[in-house]
């Protein structure tokens, strides 16, 4: 059986894979002026998504704290 430790190294795992997800989003769309706009609109909604995630994973790594 796995610790608490364990669990918390995962989620702080996934949180930086999120971080750089949305880093990589918000470039995309910064750069992406010229793309067509339901390509922007899908960009988007993955880029509020994965904020949403990665608020939820800061939160479950406070509590295990």
Same mark, same amino acid.
């Given at each position: 059986?796995?610790?608490?430790?364990?669990?918390?190294?995962? $989620?702080?795992?996934?949180?930086?894979?999120? /971080?750089?997800?949305?880093?990589? !989003? %918000? *470039?995309?769309?910064?750069?992406?002026? +010229?793309?067509?706009?339901?390509? $922007?609109?899908?960009?988007?909604?993955?880029? /509020?998504?994965?904020?949403?995630? !990665? %608020? *939820?994973?800061?939160?479950?790594?406070? +509590?295990?704290?």
């Amino acid at each position: 059986m796995r610790g608490r430790s364990w669990i918390k190294a995962l $989620r702080q795992d996934e949180a930086r894979q999120v /971080r750089a997800r949305i880093a990589e !989003l %918000e *470039r995309n769309l910064t750069a992406a002026s +010229a793309q067509n706009r339901q390509r $922007r609109h899908e960009a988007g909604h993955e880029l /509020r998504n994965a904020k949403f995630r !990665l %608020e *939820r994973l800061e939160e479950c790594i406070a +509590a295990m704290r």
